[in-house]
């Protein structure tokens, strides 16, 4: 039986870089380059970088 197609789009988790523990989760395009933006964390009520997290799997 053939493998299932890889979806064109990913859903991410973009991490406040204040450590406050508030994400955001976003779709992006498979394709891209991992997200980063400025957006608003009311833990610090401010607005602070959010980068894409890493996939934290188990390695082989």
């Not at 991490?15 to 891209?32: E, K, L, Q």
């Not at 991992?34 to 964390?41: A, F, G, H, I, V």
């Amino acid at each position: 039986m053939a493998k299932k197609a890889k979806s064109r789009t990913m859903t991410v988790r973009l991490i406040s870089m204040a450590m406050t523990g508030f994400y955001r989760t976003m779709v992006r395009p498979r394709t891209h380059r991992p997200l980063s933006m400025l957006k608003y964390d009311p833990v610090v009520r401010k607005k602070v970088l959010f980068l894409e997290a890493t996939k934290g799997g188990k390695a082989k």
